[in-house]
T-cell receptor
């Protein structure tokens, strides 16, 4: 069935470091792909999205490119901040539902 | 808009008791989703509604769980009887049909502890 696999955390980086969180998916057809972020004590919120192959989603300095050939949607940021500390979820849309990965916890040290 | 509202934010109960979680979706949204989040299993979709009608409840773990949406502005998730393994954070989310990106808007969650 359809699924999302993302790298396990926690990921710990120093401020201003480069970030990559890997995500691959399995799906029939061409689903829309998402990254959601969850800050401590809050619900998830949409970070960025891509709807078709080679689309790049971007928001708040984060980027991810929909790669059909490698079925991947890796999240990147050039220079992370302490405020980016959160849990990041890769996800895909199937019919009306969103299937989430297990989440990657990110810690940014000052 | 106030966003998705969930109550209570925290619930502590004893095994065997009935628990009712409540959700008010964003006004005008057609879809409502209930999720459960645990460390072991991550974020699981339990059930979702479209225009107050349950569409897919295949994620409901067992008959002890039930969900209703009596009108467009209110939904409940009930666990009866509750068990310690039901301890989790339960999220409600809503979205509008045909909206940009089909973005789901999440509530702050209800942290349930069953002793």
């Amino acid at each position: 069935g359809d699924s999302v696999t993302q790298m396990e955390g926690p990921v710990t980086l120093s401020e201003e470091a480069f970030l990559t969180i890997n995500c691959t998916y399995t799906a029939t057809g061409y689903p829309s792909l998402f990254w959601y972020v969850q800050y401590p004590g809050e619900g998830l919120q949409l970070l960025l999205k891509a709807t078709k192959a080679d689309d790049k989603g971007s928001n708040k300095g984060f980027e991810a490119t929909y790669r059909k050939e490698t079925t991947s949607f890796h999240l990147e940021k050039g220079s992370v901040q302490v405020s980016d500390s959160a849990v990041y979820f890769c996800a895909l849309e199937v019919d009306d539902k969103i299937i989430f990965g297990k989440g990657t916890r990110l810690h940014i040290l000052p | 808009d106030a966003g998705v509202i969930q109550s209570p934010r925290h619930e502590v109960t004893e095994m065997g008791q009935e628990v009712t979680l409540r959700c008010k979706p964003i006004s005008g949204h057609d879809y409502l989703f209930w999720y459960r989040q645990t460390m072991m299993r991550g974020l699981e979709l339990l059930i979702y509604f479209n225009n107050n009608v349950p569409i897919d409840d295949s994620g409901m773990p067992e008959d002890r769980f039930s969900a209703k949406m009596p009108n467009a502005s209110f939904s409940t998730l009930k666990i009866q009887p509750s068990e310690p393994r039901d301890s989790a954070v339960y999220f409600c989310a809503s979205r509008i049909a045909g909206g940009p990106y089909n973005e789901q808007f999440f509530g702050p969650g209800t942290r349930l502890t069953v002793l």
